[in-house]
């Protein structure tokens, strides 16, 4: 039973799955806009608004947990920078999920996740 149990696995290895997490993270954060899976998306999610918190908390032990995640050190910048005082008003809910058509080959549903 998964009672309690939080996260998708993506049919992947945990560290397969974490650097594509990574990887969506710090894209998300260069582009403001991802066209992704609607799971990818959900997970995605969690990940960027946790990096963001941590700009708007600040400190050094909070720039390093970003850089421990985030994978450029410019985005972490960004991050600290122009995304804190974009967001300084707004407590929470800083991405949108927008609904797309389903992907051709295999039917998944896509979805397009952006920085509000």
């Given at each position: 039973?998964?009672?309690?149990?939080?996260?998708?696995?993506?049919?992947?290895?945990?560290?397969h799955r974490m650097m594509l997490y990574r990887n969506q993270v710090?894209?998300?954060?260069?582009?403001?806009?991802?066209?992704?899976?609607?799971?990818?998306?959900?997970?995605?999610?969690?990940?960027?608004?946790?990096?963001?918190?941590?700009?708007?908390?600040?400190?050094?032990?909070?720039?390093?947990?970003?850089?421990?995640?985030?994978?450029?050190?410019?985005?972490?910048?960004?991050?600290?920078?122009?995304?804190?005082?974009?967001?300084?008003?707004?407590?929470?809910?800083?991405?949108?999920?927008?609904?797309?058509?389903?992907?051709?080959?295999?039917?998944?549903?896509?979805?397009?996740?952006?920085?509000?």
């Amino acid at each position: 039973m998964r009672h309690r149990v939080s996260g998708r696995k993506l049919d992947r290895p945990t560290g397969h799955r974490m650097m594509l997490y990574r990887n969506q993270v710090t894209d998300l954060i260069r582009y403001e806009h991802l066209v992704t899976t609607e799971a990818k998306a959900h997970e995605v999610r969690i990940f960027t608004e946790k990096m963001i918190t941590l700009g708007k908390v600040g400190g050094l032990h909070s720039y390093r947990q970003a850089l421990a995640f985030v994978i450029d050190k410019n985005m972490v910048e960004k991050i600290f920078t122009d995304l804190v005082t974009r967001y300084a008003q707004r407590p929470g809910g800083y991405t949108r999920v927008t609904h797309l058509q389903n992907r051709l080959g295999d039917n998944a549903s896509m979805v397009k996740i952006e920085l509000v």
